[in-house]
């Protein structure tokens, strides 16, 4: 059945999907009532909260999660890619057992740390990593790279881009920005915001800037939270560029994006970082992050030389430890491009769905990665490839400004996200999430889904049928707005 819905109608189909969420879930709403006795709307991590209420999971094994009611979701989100190997892995468990019964908290050096630390330098040096350190999460190691160039050069402003988000102290929406009532947290640094992925306008704000008052540049290769929207190479090496001239630190957030190539994303884009943050599935699923680079730079926090002070309890705990030396054994090499592999191919299924149905307006070659929906002066344009993918060869000159589909799919390789655009935009991705929950898929509201290795070829088809299922429902109003 074809529906072809008005304003009014979306927010009553949300409201429908949202009642029979509830009719679902009574075990799930029972625990969150009772816990907002505890914690502030009975939540501790706002991310993972979605209206009416959250889904409460009572165990996970290799790439499906179980509810308190009793409901099997395949996992498209992957723990926001820190679960790249799934909920069960036999190796990490057995490693972490290992760890265990050899004790906890011991409060001095131990030997997984240093077997870790080797894996990790040699693995992400093309990227830039000479030294490294740990850290509990990506936003610590972020906050401790900015803080680094913020000592070693002297100086207070940090170019930060539109839709980026560093962790929780570093959260930049996208500009120009609509009314909303939530607040971000932020470090009180002195971000200076400039357009994802546009040279012109960022050349434009560096320049404008006081003479040797940059300390830092801090980018992400693909904008995770931002809705997987990779940079160009044309731009990274651009910024690279810029760190240069500026005699400023380049810092690149690879939390996230790590993941696309086995050296790192710097390596695949062909440049070497100042300092590197990453985080998430490095530790093996487990409590992680980490902060590395040049050697000049990491050096100073050597403690025989007492010049930079990092402590941290929990910076070398034995679990992440030995569960971060088993994982990056695990996803080899191999394991990276079968993944990325994997992506790409859901990606052209998604895509080619979208323009059957009509919702692309152009031929197969259709992407939509590089969006500039956030620049500064065309909110409601777009730049496209189009040549296609939006790989780490697409420069500026492969891009012609379109008008932005209401339904789009953006990502690059492993990590992919399908989107929505225009007024409408909340509500529909809220319907789309409890559909994609109704066929037992689970993923983030804004649609982010990163895959995980324990994910089948069964599991992937489920997934694109189900955004075909969506898309033929609805596909006369996604046309008539597209």
């Not at 190796?91 to 972490?96: C, G, S």
């Not at 990665?369 to 189009?386: A, K, Q, Y």
């Not at 324990?454 to 955004?467: C, G, K, M, N, P």
């Amino acid at each position: 059945m074809v529906e072809d819905l008005s304003a009014t109608q979306l927010q009553q189909a949300v409201a429908e999907a949202q009642a029979q969420y509830v009719s679902r879930n009574p075990q799930s709403f029972q625990l969150h009532q009772k816990a907002q006795q505890y914690l502030p709307g009975g939540n501790t991590r706002t991310v993972i909260y979605t209206p009416p209420f959250p889904l409460t999971f009572s165990g996970g094994k290799d790439a499906t999660l179980t509810t308190v009611d009793g409901d099997v979701y395949v996992d498209f989100l992957g723990e926001f890619s820190a679960g790249i190997y799934g909920h069960s892995n036999a190796r990490i468990k057995k490693a972490v057992v290992e760890a265990l019964d050899a004790g906890w908290n011991l409060g001095g050096h131990g030997v997984y740390e240093k077997l870790l630390a080797a894996k990790v330098v040699e693995r992400f040096r093309p990227s830039g990593i000479e030294l490294v350190r740990f850290t509990n999460s990506g936003t610590e190691a972020n906050t401790m790279a900015v803080a680094t160039a913020l000592h070693v050069t002297g100086r207070t402003k940090v170019l930060v881009f539109t839709s980026a988000f560093h962790g929780s102290t570093f959260v930049f929406p996208k500009a120009p920005m609509k009314s909303t009532t939530t607040a971000n947290l932020n470090l009180p640094h002195e971000f200076v915001l400039a357009p994802f992925n546009n040279m012109a306008e960022t050349q434009a704000i560096v320049a404008a800037l006081p003479a040797q008052s940059l300390a830092a540049i801090m980018v992400e290769p693909v904008q995770g939270s931002g809705g997987c929207r990779p940079a160009t190479r044309e731009f990274m090496h651009y910024l690279r560029q810029t760190a240069d001239e500026q005699r400023a630190i380049l810092i690149v957030d690879e939390v996230m994006a790590s993941r696309l190539g086995f050296h790192g994303s710097c390596a695949s884009l062909g440049i070497r970082a100042d300092l590197v943050s990453l985080g998430k599935y490095i530790g093996g699923g487990m409590t992680f992050g980490a902060f590395g680079g040049r050697r000049d730079l990491m050096e100073l926090f050597d403690p025989a030389r007492a010049l930079l002070a990092h402590p941290g309890t929990f910076n070398n705990n034995v679990v992440s430890m030995a569960a971060g030396v088993e994982g990056l054994d695990i996803y080899d090499a191999d394991k990276v491009a079968s993944l990325n592999a994997t992506g790409v191919s859901m990606k052209k299924a998604i895509q080619a769905i979208l323009i059957d149905e009509g919702i692309y307006p152009r031929g197969p070659d259709s992407s939509w990665d590089l969006i500039e929906v956030d620049s500064f002066h065309r909110p409601t344009m777009t730049r496209v490839s189009t040549s296609g993918e939006a790989d780490a060869e697409a420069t500026a000159e492969s891009f012609k400004l379109v008008k932005l589909p209401l339904m789009f799919v953006t990502g690059r390789g492993s990590m992919l996200n399908l989107r929505f655009s225009g007024p409408q935009e909340a509500q529909w991705s809220a319907l789309f999430y409890h559909h994609m929950l109704q066929n037992n898929i689970y993923i983030a509201q804004r649609g982010y889904s990163p895959l995980n290795l324990e994910l089948t070829q069964v599991d992937v088809d489920a997934y694109v049928s189900a955004i075909q299922s969506f898309v033929s429902k609805h596909k006369t109003h996604l046309r008539a707005l597209s």
